[in-house]
């Protein structure tokens, strides 16, 4: 068999999402982080709710969880990381616990020589309806990520990192979708975002944004830890991303005992 040589050089990701710490199995918790120090990826991306109620105690829970995972982590807020008790908290200081028990920014960034990925913050403290749980791109804030990818170094596989979903599942319309996603997508495809990393439904489903033409992948992930499921087990995504801008998806899913690829 002839010598092939090296693999191509690739950014391997673990895309973790809605981890719940208030809320979690303990038995998922235990055996993710050794599965995650066994693959040794690049970078942790944990696309938001890494809390139940935004208890003190649950940041330091998943802070601690962050910290055994043997890599770098990347994180944004979830609507469940802005406490829903403490209201004038809520109101004026909504990001207070997080930035002193997780990141100072809620929109961080992380690159190596293949990958730029960048985190948007889609949480909000209130909204113009009763479900306070639904998120939105603001102008100001997608205005400032346009900015952010247009600084990205050329040759680049550019992805971003949010917590509510930008489109459903194929043929299903949700209220869940986050507010400006049509607006969003577009200044993606835009600025050549390849991926888009996203939570908030514990459902796992992939879903080009546009049928032609420059469309970013829009990667849903189950839940990670939590026992909050959602007729789906615990799931997280594996993402490589090879020095040629190919990515390769391989969901990992909760069987009862240990981790095991998705079907299909």
Known sequence: MPDL???PPCTHIAHLTDVHFGATNPDVVKSLIAEIRELAPDLVVISGDLTMGARR??????????????????????NHDITPYRLVERFLIPYARWREEIFPETEPQWQDSRVAVLGLNTARRMGPHLDWSRGRVTGFRLKRLVARLQAVPAGLTRIVVAHHPLLPPEGEVL???????????????????????????????SRL???????????????????????????????AVFADGAIKITGRIW????????AG
Do not use: C
């Open 255 to 262: 069987n009862g005992s240990g981790w095991t690829d998705a």
């Open 57 to 78: 105690w649950e940041f330091r829970a998943a802070r601690r969880f962050m910290e055994q995972l043997g890599a770098p982590v990347l994180a944004v807020p979830g």
């Open 175 to 205: 209220k869940q979708i986050a507010g400006n996603a049509t607006r969003a997508l577009k200044a993606f495809a835009a600025n050549d975002v390849r991926l888009v990393l996203a939570g908030h439904l514990h459902r796992s489903y």
């Open 5 to 7: 040589g090296p693999a």
């Open 209 to 239: 944004s546009a049928p032609s033409g420059p469309a970013p992948l829009i990667l849903q992930g189950g839940s990670a830890t939590s026992i909050r499921l959602r007729g789906e087990p615990n799931a997280y995504n594996r993402v």
